[in-house]
RNA sequence: GCCGCCUUAGCUCAGUUGGUUAGAGCGCUGGAUUGUGGAUCCAGAGGUCCCCUGUUCAAGCCAGGGAGGCGGUACCA
């Protein structure tokens, strides 16, 4: 009976996990992006763009399953041809075609090879809340350098990034760390074997998992994982690592690292420490930085014992605290904080993470913390893949929507609505010429304006148009006004300001607008702008 | 992946015990008006009531299944 001569609509909607970014969006982080920039560029970093698409073998996938969605990546095989075309995927990080270029251009490029890297990545995974399938990083990584003094440079590094967009100092810490201390804490409690690295990496998983969550869940938490396992609030239960008490403790004392340091202070230096002793009061860190470390070094020296991998790890992060020490970046910005994990296959020495300490209130009213948006460390095995030879690398890469979700937070960037443009409105359209004179007056003088291209029937609308596009004046001219060779020139800036108070007689008397000389008009236009500031 | 809530116009939402042609506000388009933006009036366009199956004379509403969204949680190079 009803007829189906209706054809569905294309539905106009972003695919899941995606976004469109309008104006300012595009525009104060692309200003972020360039203050980066800077900052890597005059660390003595080169700028580095390499293609979106990458070998599936370049990123270091296998073969993903053509029935599953990929295994986290977008990727395609390149002809149908009876599987001889090459798989190809989008980029999920801005490290692995790093490690190809270099491999590739070794001999051309010097080294160490110090570049920097910003754009969009992929990643084919179940979009969350603030997670995306395509997301901006922001990389600066030395290839070649096996010292930690390139380690403790991008440490110092990233904080005078997170200075430079708008952080203040005290308002993030750049969270130090070495793998192999966490190594060194994994022998001892018996999940790491020397002779036989892959026995316990199941366990180890966990382990590492369960101490990167301390944050979030505490000490109580963590231990629950180390054991049975963990039921969070929503009913989901999360398998434990199934260690024994002894295990227990000693991960559990690696993980108290920096409450046991900080209340040993707390006892010795009592005048220094703030009224609270919880964990984060770092008062008394920052009133004795260098027995902060040196204590925290010999507490983790004790942990990890007699192995020989977690003595060196703990050595390199002495090294990395002194080299920063003295070049001044004290526990203020930078300092050692034994919970940062990171990526579990992939880093193999230092690790760092930056983290924003302030807290926002969410529209639900409620206390959110930003957490981390940068993090790196040292890969030493990514080029071997290509070249067989062992490169040693390390890097960091900034979130890049994150860390300007939190500066819109913090007001930084952003808060206004930019500015429109100049609207010309058109009442007579034979005179459009003369419209678009005005335009490109005002254009020439380096003034962003525009002629209202839509129905000009309706004046209203051209005056609604210019409000929605924010804009801080609007011209008008009719033949009245071009048989005296002048124009009105509306403030609307000006205009709403009043309208707040006034009556609407009174708004729509117009003590906004003014009639000024034709050939005054970029002159006024100017002065009007300069006056809105 | 697991747990909970949700799904009706571009947006925010009404929709009676299951009963004709599913509504409102905002927005959009046009007009009484070819000279004035917040806040005049009139009209118009815009719908797979998330999908499928079932119950019923009759389903936006009831039942079963599925999908999608949101919030937690897990994983995350």
């Not at 304006?449 to 210019?466: M, R, W």
Request: glycine letters at 10%; a negative charge.
């Amino acid at each position: 009976m009803a007829k189906d001569t209706k054809t569905p609509r294309p539905k106009a909607e972003t695919p899941k996990g995606f976004r469109d970014y309008f104006g300012s969006d595009v525009t104060d982080r692309s200003q972020m992006l360039a203050q980066i920039a800077g900052v890597y560029h005059r660390y003595g970093f080169d700028a580095l763009e390499t293609s979106a698409v990458e070998t599936v073998e370049a990123l270091g996938k296998f073969l993903p399953d053509v029935d599953r969605p990929n295994e986290g990546v977008f990727a395609w095989q390149e002809f149908d041809d009876k599987d001889k075309g090459d798989w190809l995927a989008l980029r999920y990080d801005l490290t692995a075609p790093l490690a190809r270029v270099y491999a590739q251009h070794r001999n051309d490029l010097p080294t160490p090879y110090r570049r920097y890297a910003m754009g969009p990545v992929w990643r084919n995974e179940k979009p969350g809340p603030g997670r995306f399938r395509q997301f901006y990083q922001c990389d600066a990584d030395t290839v070649g350098a096996a010292s930690v003094a390139a380690d403790a440079e991008i440490c110092a590094m990233l904080s005078d990034t997170l200075e430079a967009v708008g952080i203040a100092r005290g308002d993030y810490v750049v969270k130090v760390n070495n793998r192999k201390v966490l190594n060194g804490v994994m022998e001892m409690a018996g999940v790491l074997d020397p002779n036989d690295p892959d026995r316990f990496k199941e366990e180890r998983g966990i382990v590492l998992r369960a101490i990167d969550k301390v944050d979030r869940l505490g000490p109580y938490g963590v231990a629950q994982l180390l054991q049975a396992g963990r039921r969070d609030e929503s009913g989901d239960f999360t398998e434990g690592a199934g260690l024994g008490r002894e295990q227990v403790e000693i991960v559990m004392g690696f993980v108290a690292a920096t409450t046991r340091v900080v209340t040993q202070l707390v006892e010795d230096f009592p005048d220094d420490a703030g009224d609270s002793w919880a964990p984060d009061n770092l008062r008394v860190v920052m009133a004795h930085p260098h027995e902060f470390k040196d204590r925290m070094l010999t507490y983790l020296r004790n942990i990890v014992g007699a192995s020989k991998v977690g003595q060196d790890g703990v050595a390199e992060l002495s090294e990395i605290a002194e080299l920063l020490n003295l070049q001044g970046y004290g526990p203020e910005r930078i300092r050692i904080d034994p919970s940062v994990v990171r990526g579990l296959g992939y880093y193999t020495g230092p690790v760092f993470e930056a983290e924003l300490t302030f807290e926002i209130i969410d529209d639900k009213g409620r206390k959110q913390q930003f957490g981390s948006v940068a993090g790196g460390g040292r890969y030493d095995d990514l080029v071997k893949r290509f070249t067989g030879q062992e490169v040693p690398a390390t890097g960091v890469s900034i979130g890049v929507d994150r860390l300007l979700a939190a500066l819109r937070a913090k007001g930084r960037v952003g808060g206004q609505v930019a500015p429109g443009p100049v609207v010309v409105t058109v009442m007579d359209r034979a005179r459009m010429a003369d419209y678009q004179t005005m335009v490109a007056d005002l254009r020439n003088a380096g003034i962003r304006a525009e002629v209202y291209l839509g129905n000009p029937k309706q004046f209203g609308n051209q005056l609604k148009y210019a409000d929605k596009r924010n804009s801080p004046v609007a011209v008008i001219a009719g033949g009245d006004e071009f048989d005296k060779g002048v124009v009105q020139i509306k403030d609307l800036i000006l205009g709403a300001e009043i309208a707040k108070n006034a009556s609407l007689d009174e708004w729509k008397d117009r003590p906004s607008q003014y009639e000024v000389l034709r050939d005054d008009l970029v002159a006024r236009v100017q002065a009007i702008l300069k006056g809105q500031g």
